[in-house]
């Protein structure tokens, strides 16, 4: 009897051992079919295509074409690029630590880093680079000046530059230096014991500068939080990880990911001692909230610990692994979906699943599925990004503010009104005079912003399906008189939208003088969704029963 289940055993293993291996020679000769008509194809292109062509660039483009077929997360990284993955990661490059931006044929410096390179050499807000040592730069693009200030830390570059104001070209011998750009660019005191933290990234950094962050604000009587995760982006998982760490006890999950590879099975865990279990939390979160962004507020969420508030997050729940290829080359490879301790996947869009035209669609509400949270079981829901417990709109932006900030008008009025006002008020105090807005208006004058409102194209549509359908001539009088009554609204959009072009205006400004934290902090003078986040946390009853799910 034994040797006859010994014998059935071993037919039984021979044959998953036979099927486990013909799926493996199936797999691995499919693959190697393939590369060999790739390595071929690729042999023969070069030979014989009539024209010359870059083996490199060809290579690339085809790799990102495939690649661009999976989803836009997986990359292939050449060693030209290396730098620019480390600087994402790290948040750390050698340079002179400016930002800028395309004008006509020129690159503008737009903003320097407070404390590096550029701000030390005194180059300014609206300083055009005419030549880069020596060189003349005209109709260069962005990427090819900023290959040119990128370099060594250390070395030094000489530009020339034209300053609004100046009437001669100036030299500026700038240092490079190892620029590192702050995840926490900004913290403070926003209300009577309210402390505020804004995150802007996640690299190596993120966390110890929220630690940083919060424990001197503790040290300034801060009694509840507001961690700010609007337009975050995300970045690595670990840092996430470490910032749910603070506010949840040891031990509680934080995130799992489940990948086709057992080895990206992984559950994350709070493995410290929190830094403070018991402080009211807020988290804002935003349509630009993605990644590890919706690992930390869904995580929070989850486990009952804060409340999030704002609008919907961006919905990116896959998790990325950085592969090494030959060549000092990277693949940034999709390996995993994250889920948060409810066991809900966040991710928005199905890359698995294409129609016939390629399109990538949203998850189906028929496949949406009710989960509960860790403690108070209140329901959360996958598929979609992070839903705020409480949904906070941001005013749209009008049409003119728009098409003045896509013109540049904004940054060219500031540059101006820089050259004739030496000083101003503090960011938290600087308000736009009712002159300065007049002196805005007649700045634009004589500048070109047109733009179409949402209502003229949807009269624009009408005035072509009506002709279409040959009703036109019959509504021809009432088309007239609509499209002249929105001509003479639209005539009166710097009136109209005037509070909103003014803090937009006041943000431009302050930056000049008090670079990006004096931005932040003008900024949230008048933020809706901060003041809500404030009334909340005031609010002991309503902040509890809200956590408990019993706030109707």
């Not at 480390?86 to 800028?100: E, F």
């Not at 030390?120 to 900023?146: F, M, P, Q, W």
Request: with cysteine; glycine share 8%; proline share 3%.
């Amino acid at each position: 009897m034994k040797n006859r289940i010994s014998k059935i055993v071993l037919i039984v293993s021979i044959a998953i051992s036979s099927v486990v291996s013909v799926g493996f020679v199936d797999s691995y000769f499919e693959v190697s079919k393939n590369l060999d008509i790739f390595a071929t194809l690729f042999r023969e292109l070069n030979i014989y295509y009539v024209d010359d062509s870059d083996p490199g660039k060809l290579m690339k483009t085809g790799i990102d074409a495939m690649l661009k077929s999976l989803d836009p997360y997986t990359n292939y990284i050449p060693e030209s690029n290396i730098e620019d993955y480390k600087m994402m990661t790290t948040g750390q490059y050698g340079g002179i630590g400016a930002l800028i931006q395309k004008q006509g044929d020129y690159v503008i410096i737009s903003e320097p880093y407070e404390g590096f390179g550029a701000f030390k050499a005194g180059l300014i807000a609206g300083d055009k680079i005419l030549e880069v040592d020596g060189k003349s730069v005209k109709g260069k693009s962005t990427t090819d000046i900023r290959e040119f200030l990128l370099g060594q830390p250390g070395s030094t570059i000489e530009l020339k530059i034209e300053r609004p104001g100046t009437p001669e070209p100036l030299l500026k011998k700038v240092t490079r230096e190892e620029v590192k750009i702050k995840d926490v660019p900004y913290f403070g005191m926003v209300a009577d014991s309210v402390g505020y933290i804004k995150l802007t990234g996640f690299t190596e950094t993120a966390s110890a500068e929220v630690k940083e962050a919060f424990n001197k604000l503790k040290e300034e009587n801060m009694q509840s939080l507001v961690l700010d995760l609007r337009g975050n982006g995300g970045g690595l998982l670990k840092e996430a990880v470490s910032i749910v760490n603070f506010f949840v006890p040891k031990g509680a999950d934080i995130v799992n990911t489940k990948g086709k590879i057992k080895d990206w099975d992984k559950s994350y865990v709070a493995t410290l001692n929190p830094l403070d279990m018991d402080i009211p939390v807020v988290v804002l979160i935003d349509g630009g909230s993605a990644s590890a962004s919706e690992i930390v507020s869904g995580s929070l969420q989850d486990n009952d610990r804060a409340i999030v508030m704002g609008t919907q997050s961006f919905g990116k729940g896959l998790v990325q692994s950085v592969r090494p290829l030959s060549y000092n080359s990277k693949l940034k490879v999709t390996v995993a979906k994250y889920y948060t301790p409810s066991g809900r996947c966040i991710q928005k869009l199905d890359y698995s699943h294409r129609d016939d035209e390629g399109k990538v669609n949203e998850i189906a509400d028929s496949l949406i599925t009710e989960f509960k949270t860790v403690h108070n079981k209140r329901p959360v829901f996958d598929g979609k990004g992070i839903s705020p417990d409480i949904e906070v709109d941001r005013e749209p932006i009008s049409d003119i503010s728009v098409s003045l900030l896509t013109k540049s008008l904004f940054f060219n009025f500031a540059t101006e009104y820089r050259l004739k006002h030496e000083t101003i008020a503090p960011a938290k105090e600087f308000e736009l005079s009712a002159e300065d807005y007049k002196s805005f208006v007649e700045f634009l004058s004589d500048k070109d912003y047109a733009y179409t409102t949402e209502s003229e194209d949807l009269l624009a549509s009408l005035e072509k399906t009506t002709k279409e359908e040959k009703y036109f001539e019959d509504v021809k009088i009432e088309y007239e008189q609509l499209k002249e009554k929105l001509s003479l609204h639209k005539g009166d959009d710097l009136n109209t939208f005037k509070e909103e072009i003014s803090k937009i205006l006041e943000t431009e400004i302050v930056g000049r003088y008090y670079y990006q934290k004096g931005q932040i902090e003008i900024s949230l003078k008048k933020d809706a969704t901060l003041n809500e986040a404030i009334k909340t946390l005031g609010d002991k009853d309503l902040y509890n029963s809200i956590l408990a799910g019993t706030n109707k």
